[in-house]
């Protein structure tokens, strides 16, 4: 603040309005987070207590009958699920399309690419709930009696049908959502790779493959984890398209093609216009879980990425 | 700025499902009303009327409102369909001058409704009959026939196969496939939910045990959002049968089941059919309360026994200051026989006339 340059004298005006508006602005976020948490935790309490079932350890979802039986397992299995197949189909497609859209299109080419790929970022997620559950759900479903009939012996892939509603469908129409954000950052970092660091790779005789490998991704890792993490906060927090293709059964199962799944924002969404008092109550403690599971997984990526950090500056 | 357009989108994507989460009963048959405001006089009052509740009577809630604003320059009426329960919970707080709701006030929001009509009573008054039907997929079938007991084990999960025993027998000369039987019910709670398996529950007997309720306890099948997620379902899953409401199963024009009434005869669904479960219910509300205990085993004949009955629920004195008039005018306007003359075109059936006479007087004493 006091620079040398300045003039030191008090009440310089612009400087203090500008200072106070920023800390203002700062501590904005923090008295978010924390009303937010306040009221999380205040309408969940009556909810919680009236609850006759272990909100832990509980699969079905009744909270608007007498008495209220009521649990987070399973619909919280399948925030998991759903968001583990998302990120397991996604980032590899997205790290081939930005690796090619860095080091391998041509300019033009990449700029359209790369503009598509923005485009798809800005359909919004009931678009995609509605094509996934009108069209996407036949050639999936065509999918699965595959799988079934092949893999069967998978547990996975076990079951007598009906297919198609299921966690598979959920997790690619999920898949496709989180691959623009993964995408477009991941090529943003891969482009600020230094060129030093490149051409030192490429004229010790590296193929372009040895190239990308010894150089950008080392150098992208922690830009790539955090794009990473930020597509699975949009997985674990995505509401109406799962809402719409998933097959509401409430049970832990880690077959991934028999109609079935839920998951807790879809529940919310699902839940929230005929919900009484308790039901609400007890939405809003779902709410709260989802929130400490993001929390989590938020502050596992900037520890990620503060060691990955240390590493490549002391490296440097 | 990556991040700003995310955020950007989220917005889009939250309003976007905000508007789908009313779950949506979007769409609207054409009815003739041309004539029907010209008719009779409408008891017109200005003002502004926030209602809010089932999504049920939405369509029949879009044409009255149309009609009576037509009619009544300098009134206002707005109805969300935000679903039974929020309708209520907005009725309550104050924020609703009246809700639509698939059931009557139960005994533990009563005296909260109450409260907010200062101490005075908040009745139920039936509006809309709506038939649930029960819509199947099934190729080579279209005159599927279902006792309550069939239909009771088709949905628990204890029939799975289209040829089953039951179903044949129900169905003399009509040859079945083997394929398995996809049920299909909604994931969200819901008043279809409740009347549906209050049916079950009262018809079936011993067949069905999973008791009645707004939400599904029954294992297995597939959850769809709303009637029109259950409907898009059945529809595109040969083999599969679900409940909705009737002109869910119209607009995706799919085949719907005759069931086997307390007389014994397998009914097709019509208006008629359904206004005559109704007629033959009895009337438990006292004073100007018209709650409607449905007859689910009706012997009447030629009655379609799985309805619904949808209310609006408003305070009989003492209601939101200053629009008693407005309130009193418009729900003079639907349950009047051009209101009620407007149902059969949008997939309702209308009040029979014993019950449509009890709730005009109770819209009459309003004050």
Redesign the interface.
């Known amino acids: 603040m006091a620079g040398g340059f300045l003039p030191r004298r008090k009440g310089f005006g612009a400087e203090r309005a500008f200072s106070t508006v920023t800390l203002l602005a700062g501590a904005m976020v923090l008295v978010i987070i924390v009303a937010i948490t306040v009221f999380l935790i205040a309408k969940a309490i009556p909810a919680l207590q009236a609850d006759t079932a272990n909100f832990i350890t509980e699969t079905d ?2 909270p ?2 007498e008495p209220p039986v009521f649990g987070i397992a399973a619909i919280a299995w399948g925030t998991l699920v759903t968001s583990v197949i998302a990120l397991l189909v996604a980032v590899p497609v997205a790290l081939g399309i930005a690796l090619y859209l860095s080091h391998y299109a041509n300019r033009r080419i990449a700029d359209t690419f790369g503009f598509l790929i ?1 485009l798809l ?2 359909v ?4 995609f709930g509605l094509w996934g ?2 069209v996407f ?2 050639p999936v479903r065509t999918f699965s009696v595959w799988l079934n009939k092949y893999f069967g012996w998978l547990p996975f892939f076990d079951g ?3 297919f ?2 299921s966690f598979m469908l959920g997790g690619l129409v999920l898949a496709i959502m989180v691959l623009p ?1 993964i995408t ?2 991941s090529r ?1 970092v891969f482009l600020q790779t230094p060129t030093a660091d490149e051409e030192a790779a490429l004229s010790l005789g590296a193929t372009r493959w040895e190239m990308i490998r010894t150089a950008v991704l080392p150098y992208g890792r922690a830009g790539v984890i955090a794009s990473v993490m930020l597509g699975l906060g949009r997985a674990l927090g995505e ?2 398209a799962l ?2 293709t ?4 409430n049970e832990i199962t880690v077959n991934v093609i028999q ?2 799944g ?1 998951s807790i924002a879809a529940n919310i ?9 308790i ?1 609400r109550g007890a939405l809003i403690a779902s709410g709260l879980v989802l929130f400490a599971i993001t929390l989590v997984v938020n502050a596992a990526a900037r520890v990620i990425i503060y060691r990955r950090r240390e590493f490549t500056e002391s490296a440097a | 700025m ?1 991040l700003q ?2 955020g950007t ?1 989220a917005v ?2 939250l309003t ?2 905000l508007a ?4 949506g009963t979007d769409n609207p048959t054409d009815a003739t009303v041309g004539g029907a405001g010209v008719a009779q006089a409408i008891n017109c009052a200005t003002g502004t009327l926030n209602a809010q509740g089932s ?1 049920a009577q939405k369509n029949a809630m879009d044409e009255w409102r149309k009609n009576y604003q037509q009619q009544c320059s300098g009134s206002t009426i707005n109805y969300e369909p ?5 309708g209520v ?1 907005a009725f309550i707080s104050g924020t609703a001058d009246f809700a639509g709701s698939d059931t009557a006030l139960t005994s533990a929001q009563q005296p909260q409704a109450n409260s907010r009509c200062g101490g005075n009573p908040a009745v139920n008054l039936p509006m809309v009959v709506g038939p649930i039907a029960v819509a199947y997929n099934l190729s080579g079938v279209d005159n599927l026939q279902l006792k309550p007991t069939t239909l009771a084990g088709i949905f628990s999960g204890d029939i799975k196969q289209w040829d089953d025993d039951a179903i044949k027998s129900d169905n003399p000369g009509v040859s079945l496939p083997s394929s ?1 039987i ?1 049920t299909v019910h909604r ?5 279809t939910t409740g009347n549906f398996t209050n049916y079950l529950t009262a018809a079936a007997g011993s067949s069905w045990t999973f008791g009645a ?3 599904w ?1 029954a ?7 709303g009637s029109d ?1 259950v409907a ?2 059945v529809k ?2 040969d083999g ?1 049968i679900g409940y909705m409401e009737q002109s869910f199963a119209e607009n995706a024009g799919l085949n719907m089941a005759k069931i086997q009434n307390g007389a014994g005869q397998f009914q097709e669904l019509t208006p008629e059919a359904a206004s005559k479960t109704i007629e033959g219910s009895p009337v438990t509300g006292s004073g100007n309360d018209v709650t409607v205990n449905i007859d689910y085993a009706t012997k009447a004949s030629g009655a379609y026994p799985i309805v619904l009955v949808t209310y609006e629920i408003v305070c009989s004195k003492g209601g939101p200051s200053g629009k008693t008039a407005l309130i009193k005018g418009f729900l003079n306007y639907t349950a009047s026989s051009d209101g009620q003359g407007l149902l059969n075109g949008l997939g309702y059936a209308p009040l029979p006339g014993n019950v449509q006479s009890r709730v005009q007087s109770s819209v009459n004493n309003i004050s």
């Open positions: 979802w009744f608007n009958q923005d970022a800005a919004p997620s009931v678009v559950f009108i759900i036949e007598t049908g009906p198609g509603r954000i477009a950052l943003e509401t109406i809402a719409l998933l097959g509401f059964i109609n079935g839920n969404a699902n839940g929230f216009g005929e919900a009484g008092d039901g | 990556k357009r995310q989108v889009v994507a976007a499902s789908l989460g009313a779950c999504s935000t679903g039974s329960g929020a919970q398995t996809q994931s969200d709670e819901s008043g309720g707004q939400a306890k294992p297995g099948g597939t959850g769809s959002k997620g898009q379902s595109s899953t599969s």
